[in-house]
């Protein structure tokens, strides 16, 4: 996937929420990926990850500003990405936050090792 394929995704799942978009960008960052007011900013290493897993990134990323930046990782973060992710047809068995397990219409597609 490339760097159109991802704003596609941020798009949708924004307009799926009424939400406004913001802009992908991509950066050779170490860590990981983050909102903010004005942008997501995605790692390059996402490009070796599968395709379900960046799909997720995506979501997860533009979820926290559905969500509102002031929300983190709370329940209300987490109820949103769960709704976003399922019109994906992704399911998410979190460690916490992160995935341990995504499902892709009940498939297992990703583990965490």
Known sequence: MNTEDYQ?????????????????????????????????TLP?????QVEIYQIYYCVHEICHH???QHEGHSSIFKNTENSALALWGITIKRAKVY????YLNGEKKYTRL
């Not at 390059?44 to 070796?48: I, N």
């Not at 995935?99 to 995504?102: A, E, K, M, W």
């Open 44 to 48: 390059l290493w996402l490009r070796e």
């Open 99 to 102: 995935p341990r397990v995504l």
């Open 8 to 40: 596609a995704i941020v798009d949708l799942t924004a307009e799926a929420f009424n939400s406004s978009s913001l802009p992908v960008r991509m950066r050779n960052i170490r860590g990981g990926g983050y909102a903010s007011n004005y942008f997501i």
């Open 66 to 68: 559905i969500a509102g």
